[in-house]
């Protein structure tokens, strides 16, 4: 199994802040990595695929960038609706998620 | 736009089945090109992917859950089902249906449903 391990778990942060989330696969997955937002009651959102691909009406201070084993996602501006938890997915092999990174208000 | 919207019973004993049904909208799960999924979530860990199943019948299976897991679909009504048998504490989670489909290596997951939390206890 490929394993994926984010940090920071929690992140404390202010509106208007640039964030940054690193996701690390435990093998070379290339660029076979989705981000997705996960908010309480509301169905996960897909941010970006293959690494870099900005999901159909996802903002564009979303960005994401990385290969093989090491992944960032960066909100370049955090705005109040982007308080939410983070989840990197591998699909290299199978589909696997890394444990998440809540973005919190500072 | 497709919406998925599980449903089922949210309090189910150990050693019995947990079955909950995905509704999908805006959409047809005898589309082609698209994997119609279940990943779970238990409280404070991180997503767990359960399986797939196409609209032709075929279904690939997380190895950890394959010898507990079915997935069907039903065309009928726009639907596919989950069933988790022997269920234990340990399988008590949210549960999530989404669309998913073939990005070049494997799938990614465009279309989520809310969830729905499944609780295993006596």
């Known amino acids: 199994d490929i394993q994926m391990t984010q940090s920071p778990s929690t992140l404390s942060a202010s509106v208007g802040d640039r964030v940054t989330i690193t996701c690390r696969a435990s093998q070379s997955i290339s660029r076979w990595l989705a981000w997705y937002q996960l908010k309480p009651g509301k169905a996960p959102k897909l941010l970006i695929y293959q690494a870099s691909n900005l999901e159909r009406g996802v903002p564009s201070r979303f960005s994401g960038s990385g290969s093989g084993p090491e992944f960032t996602l960066t909100i370049s501006s955090l705005q109040p609706d982007d308080f939410a938890t983070y989840y990197c997915q591998q699909y290299r092999s199978y589909w696997t998620f890394g444990q998440g990174t809540k973005v919190e208000i500072k | 736009q497709v919406q998925l919207q599980e449903s089922g019973p949210g309090l189910v004993k150990p050693s019995e089945t947990l079955s909950l049904t995905c509704t999908v909208s805006?959409?047809?799960?005898?589309?082609?090109?698209?994997?119609w999924s279940w990943i779970r979530q238990p409280p404070g860990k991180g997503l767990e992917w359960i399986g797939y199943?196409?609209?032709?019948?075929?279904?690939n299976y997380n190895p950890s859950l394959k010898s507990r897991v079915t997935i069907s679909v039903d065309t009928s009504r726009n639907q596919f089902s989950l069933r988790l048998n022997s269920v234990t504490a340990a399988d008590t989670a949210m549960f999530y249906c989404a669309r998913a489909h073939y990005d070049s290596s494997g799938l990614i997951f465009q279309y989520w449903g809310q969830g729905t939390l499944v609780t295993v206890s006596s």
């Open positions: 805006g959409g047809s799960v005898s589309s082609g090109s698209y994997y």
């Open positions: 199943i196409y609209y032709s019948g075929s279904t």
